[in-house]
């Protein structure tokens, strides 16, 4: 069965570091997006993407972040400068169009920022 | 403004039903889902409703009333690997992002 993958699934970085989080959403779908769960809250939205470019963004996803699709399979987001409060698991989700039923998710990579 | 309410815990023993219930006040209406998260996993699909009634799918069954604003999440011959949090959410347009509840806890005990 198709299925969201995420790299890596542990990052661990520095305060005010660059990182890259990857994913590769399932082939045929349309729609992805960027979620973040911190420890013990709900999941956020952050950012969704759809025709090469973003369609929704969420008050979270500032100048820090942004978000590309280099290539026809990986799906990337960034956050240009760390802060201790972007330590949360990052899942990134797929689907296959608009009115589709079911978002799939990866399994998430845990950033921690010290 | 968007809001998702569901309960924080729940707790039920093996071989019981119980019931999830969520309650929520959005913008507008795209459809309505339940997910399944274990500790430290992703969330994992359980149900979609858009229409408003049951939707019934082996042990899990989800129902949703539009007019109230209501939904609830029905988990029968509970078993213990069903302790998970349970996570409501809406999308308000298609192709939209999902809303997410704060998720209910559920702790099925022997």
């Known amino acids: 069965e198709p299925e969201v993958t995420q790299t890596p699934s542990h990052q661990v970085t520095q305060m005010g570091q660059e990182v890259i989080l990857r994913c590769v959403p399932i082939?045929?779908?349309?729609?992805f997006y960027w979620y973040r769960q911190i420890l013990g809250q709900k999941v956020e939205f952050l950012v969704s993407?759809?025709?090469?470019?973003?369609?929704?963004k969420s008050e979270i996803f500032d100048d820090q972040f942004s978000v590309e699709r280099p290539d026809g399979s990986n799906f990337t987001l960034k956050i240009r400068s760390t802060k201790l409060e972007d330590s949360a698991m990052y899942f990134c989700?797929?689907?296959?169009?608009?009115?589709?039923?079911?978002?799939?998710f990866g399994p998430g990579t845990r950033l921690t920022v010290l | 403004g968007q809001n998702i309410d569901q309960p924080t815990e729940m707790t039920a023993t093996e071989g019981a039903i119980v019931q999830i219930n969520c309650t929520y006040q959005?913008?507008?209406?795209?459809?309505l889902f339940w997910y399944q998260q274990h500790a430290g996993e992703a969330p994992t699909f359980l149900s979609y409703n858009v229409l408003d009634g049951l939707e019934e799918k082996g042990r899990f069954s989800s129902f949703l009333s539009r007019s109230k604003g209501y939904s609830y999440l029905l988990l029968k011959e509970l078993q213990m690997k069903d302790s998970a949090s349970y996570l409501c959410?809406?999308?308000?347009?298609?192709?939209?992002?999902?809303?997410f509840g704060k998720g209910t806890t559920l702790s099925v005990s022997s």
């Open positions: 993407f759809y025709n090469n470019e973003i369609s929704e």
């Open positions: 959005t913008s507008g209406f795209n459809g």
């Open positions: 959410a809406v999308r308000d347009q298609a192709g939209t992002a999902l809303i």
């Open positions: 082939s045929n779908h349309l729609y």
């Open positions: 989700a797929s689907e296959s169009t608009g009115e589709a039923n079911e978002q799939f």
